[in-house]
């Protein structure tokens, strides 16, 4: 019971700072968030995943919500990376067929961890630089071509086509970067 008391007791702690650190008059007006959504095509996805993040309260603007868009990104990836790399998927996938697969996820879903990185780490600057914004544009695309790149190599082969493991991941990172297309075209304008 005391620790139940006590977590509740943190959240509003946590929440009361949120609110006093970050004054609303500073944050990215919601309907501009919702606006982001709406031109995103996955609104309710968007919605659910970027509208309501816990972090969104203290964007000051689209610079970041790119970091909170590309940090689930990160997160997402960074599972598949796991997962590719873990011997339960080892053992899963370790027939002929599968395994040449698996071997091609870990390398694309690395490749697409090194791309979302660097793209968060130009992001970090909020540079108004055409050139960075580019580059983010161009890493966040490639990292995205890497995900794909696993998933397709599932259903290629006709005779073996099966759906990859990777595709709740695939589907995630597709909807977090139509969402960072967005604010990439928004911080160019």
């Known amino acids: 019971m005391a620790t139940m008391l006590n977590k509740h007791i943190h959240f509003l702690s946590v929440l009361l700072l949120v609110f006093f650190a970050f004054p609303k008059s500073n944050a990215l007006p919601i309907k501009d968030v919702y606006s982001l959504c709406k031109e995103s095509g996955v609104v309710d996805y968007c919605l659910k995943k970027i509208g309501s993040n816990k972090h969104i309260v203290a964007a000051l603007d689209?610079?970041?919500?790119?970091l909170?868009?590309?940090?689930?990104?990160?997160?997402?990836?960074g599972r598949g990376v796991e997962d590719s790399r873990s011997d339960l998927f080892r053992e899963m996938y370790s027939d002929p067929i599968r395994k040449p697969w698996l071997a091609v996820c870990e390398e694309k879903y690395e490749i697409a961890s090194n791309n979302f990185n660097k793209a968060w780490e130009i992001g970090l600057k909020k540079s108004k630089s055409l050139t960075d914004r580019t580059e983010m544009s161009q890493l966040t695309e490639a990292g995205f071509e890497a995900v794909l790149d696993c998933d397709d190599e599932w259903t290629k082969d006709m005779n073996y086509a099966q759906v990859s493991p990777f595709s709740g991941w695939y589907h995630e990172v597709r909807n977090l970067t139509k969402i960072t297309r967005v604010i990439i075209t928004r911080l160019n304008a």
């Not at 689209?62 to 790119?66: C, G, K, M, N």
Request: no cysteine; hydrophobic share 65%.
């Open 68 to 77: 909170i868009a590309i940090s689930k990104i990160q997160m997402w990836v």
């Open 62 to 66: 689209f610079d970041d919500v790119f």
